[in-house]
């Protein structure tokens, strides 16, 4: 599936991401060959913490609507150079998932490493609960004396002041442009002069930072059905001389194939004006690939603004999406539900400190609930017990426990709006199998990934993978049982969605 290709790529003025495309590739080819369960006794030990080293700062960077297969490195088409040399000189995750896949609900999953069903926040809910914001990773590095930031996208609604998680705080809904020191700018870059200011006021204050840049693009701009995405107008030729080739599982038969309810849902409104004849899905891929080069463009002013100000060496980049993105598989457009691409997004963690993860790939199944132990491990600091997600520190530093990783996750999307139709779903996903089921209309699905990864057949109703259905479904009701037994009282106490299943 994934296709090394050269590209061109951006060189930095200092020691950060500096590589050829000759090394670039060597690198790449290397990595193809290592494991990713090797141990390294020397990288267990760049492990920094307040005890040994200055705490690094952390510079989360999530997309909107970033698919995982759309990074120029495995890409045939899609120019992202500047994520290709953060994968060339960091750590790849190449099979990262989300356990809820639309913005909102994912959003919090970052944030308080929990999943929706136990944190119980998506569109239309009430605020998280008052643990749930205590133990957000940003409150909790504000706490531990970190700098604390978030720019751009929010669409969340977090319980308390904000105050008391952010030393900066710059929320945006989605527009075209925004106006920054009398200039207007293209969304997207405005993000990146926002935070470039915090890099800035953050130089001097001897104090480590966190900053949580929240771009809006690819996601489509929802009030323009003409246009849809939008981008810098140095990127209107871009991918003008290409096709973009047929999505996968794009012919009529796996459209007919799909129940009435799917087929009469968001997922084919939102279709009917981005994919619904080839013209119109050639200009709304290359516009949402553009999209996705100028948050690209975006990161490299981030990461220049990090070497002017001397803060290169010292600040963790994390890359990643808050869902998956479809395409016009299955003749359907957006997220919300169980197939890889609702699931899967991209993670790269680029640590300059660590010269040993130079284009590493890892395999195991990662989760967005990852992200806040995560980063509260890379800062030293300990997470709360509460958190459902783990810290990928240890597959950053070779350790050997990740022998013992996950090899299953539950998903779902609860969101249950009135004004569009969005079936709620909820499923697990292992190595080799998926289940999902659309509870509310009693309709499941099984794939067995192993020997059908695009998920074409749906075998719920073969009689020879009861078995398996019955296994998957059953695991699903102990991993609702659990996620719900979570919740804090503040959230077992409030009205539910009535996401019960049969
Ligand atoms: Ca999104």
């Not at 141990?39 to 960077?61: C, E, M, Y």
């Not at 609604?157 to 106006?179: A, V």
């Not at 890892?362 to 800062?379: E, F, G, H, R, Y």
Request: charged letters at 25%; proline letters at 5%; a neutral charge.
């Amino acid at each position: 599936m994934y296709k090394l290709t050269k590209k061109p790529v951006i060189h930095f003025k200092k020691g950060l991401l500096k590589i050829s495309c000759v090394t670039l590739t060597a690198l790449a080819l290397v990595s193809c060959y290592s494991s990713t369960t090797h141990t390294n006794s020397d990288a267990k030990n760049t492990v920094n913490t307040k005890d040994n080293q200055k705490q690094p700062n952390i510079l989360f960077i999530l997309a909107d609507d970033h698919r995982w297969d759309l990074i120029g490195k495995y890409h045939s088409i899609i120019k992202t150079p500047t994520l290709d040399q953060l994968a060339n000189q960091g750590t790849v995750f190449k099979n990262a998932f989300v356990t809820t896949p639309i913005c909102a609900s994912s959003r919090i999953s970052i944030l308080t490493g929990l999943t929706e069903r136990t944190h119980d926040f998506t569109f239309s809910r009430p605020k998280t609960g008052k643990v749930e914001s205590a133990n957000m990773y940003p409150a909790i590095l504000k706490k531990n004396g970190y700098r604390s930031a978030l720019v751009g996208k929010y669409e969340i609604n977090m319980s308390g002041q904000h105050k008391d998680r952010f030393d900066y705080f710059k929320p945006l809904l989605h527009e075209k442009t925004g106006e920054f020191k009398g200039k207007n700018l293209p969304q997207t870059y405005y993000i990146a002069e926002l935070a470039k200011d915090f890099i800035e006021q953050s130089k001097n204050t001897n104090q480590p930072w966190t900053m949580s840049v929240n771009f809006w693009n690819p996601h489509a701009l929802d009030k323009d059905k003409e246009d849809q995405f939008h981008y810098p107008p140095e990127f209107e030729n871009y991918y003008s001389d290409v096709t973009i080739p047929p999505a996968k599982l794009s012919d009529n038969e796996y459209f007919e194939q799909l129940p009435e309810f799917l087929q009469l849902s968001i997922g084919r409104v939102r279709w009917e004006y981005r994919f619904s004849n080839e013209a119109m899905y050639q200009k709304m891929v290359k516009r949402h690939y553009r999209a996705i080069s100028s948050v690209d463009k975006a990161v490299s002013m981030l990461i220049q603004k990090l070497e002017e100000t001397g803060m290169a060496d010292n600040t963790i980049i994390i890359y990643t999406g808050d869902n998956g993105y479809a395409l016009n598989e299955r003749q359907l457009a957006g997220k919300w539900f169980g197939w890889e691409e609702d699931l899967r997004v991209p993670l790269i963690i680029y640590d300059p400190r660590n010269k040993q993860d130079q284009a590493k790939e890892i395999t195991k199944m990662v989760l967005n609930i990852d992200i806040a132990p995560t980063i509260l491990s890379l800062a030293g600091v300990d997470a709360p017990q509460t958190y459902q997600g783990k810290s990928l520190l240890p597959m950053l530093n070779d350790s050997d426990e990740i022998q013992d990783w996950r090899t299953e996750f539950m998903f779902e999307h609860m969101y249950q709006p009135k004004r569009v139709f969005i079936p709620p779903v909820v499923g697990v996903r292992t190595e080799d199998w998926k289940y999902f089921d659309f509870h509310k209309q009693n309709h499941e699905r099984l794939y067995d990934l192993k020997n059908d990864p695009d998920e074409t057949t749906n075998l719920a109703n073969d009689p020879k993978y009861q078995h398996v259905l019955k296994t998957l479904s059953e695991k699903t009701d102990l991993y609702i049982k659990k996620y719900e037994q979570a919740r804090t009282d503040e959230v077992k106490q409030r009205p539910s969605f009535l996401n019960q299943r049969n």
